[in-house]
């Protein structure tokens, strides 16, 4: 939060509310004041309303080891996505060499081959049941995809699915279960896999 005066007798405070887990700002909210403090009041006084407003946390967020393995997922996921946006850029401007794609190829090959190790190895270390929860989103997230935080909890299990070596039955039937749930939350007009 900070204010800064605009003219004599006009201040305005302003805060900005960022993710937890990225970082990202995910919005704002700014109030005027004849003073520093007022505005500042005026700004504390819709702050708690403002932030309450913004979807909520997963119901897991507390469960560091589950959270920590779907924020590591997603950055690995969002890092080879830059990777192939660097690719179809180099391509589109006529700029992708002999050299460029044995580079670009050899840095995805190598973060993958660490990644898919590491992601593999901790889902392997996690108790049974908590494979199994983690399979599964919270019900509030079948209720409404369309909600950033819930589908990327969604996104997150399914995809963290695929790195568990000979998933047992019970893990099996979780992510099946969750893959379902998501399915028929959908409107009808919506087919295939989100």
Do not use: C
């Not at 505005?39 to 708690?48: H, K, W």
């Not at 997230?141 to 699915?161: E, G, H």
Request: no cysteine.
């Amino acid at each position: 939060m900070h204010t800064r005066k605009v003219k004599t007798d006009f201040h305005l405070a302003r805060a900005t509310v960022e993710r937890l887990d990225s970082g990202e700002q995910i919005g704002g909210v700014q109030k005027s004041g004849a003073t520093p403090e007022l505005a500042f009041r005026s700004l504390a006084a819709t702050l708690d309303e403002y932030v309450a407003s913004f979807p909520q946390p997963p119901a897991e967020w507390g469960r560091l080891e589950l959270r920590s393995l779907q924020v590591d997922y997603r950055k690995f996921n969002d890092e080879l996505t830059s990777i192939l946006v660097k690719l179809q850029k180099l391509r589109a401007n006529g700029h992708l060499s002999e050299s460029n794609l044995h580079d670009l190829y050899w840095k995805n090959r190598n973060f993958s081959v660490k990644n898919i190790g590491t992601l593999t190895h901790r889902l392997a270390v996690i108790s049974e049941q908590d494979r199994i929860d983690l399979m599964t989103s919270p019900d509030d997230v079948y209720r409404n995809l369309t909600n950033p935080w819930n589908l990327d909890d969604y996104d997150n299990r399914a995809s963290l699915f695929e790195f568990i070596v000979n998933p047992s039955d019970q893990v099996l039937a979780a992510h099946e279960v969750h893959e379902a749930r998501a399915m028929r939350s959908l409107p009808p007009d919506v087919h295939g896999p989100i």
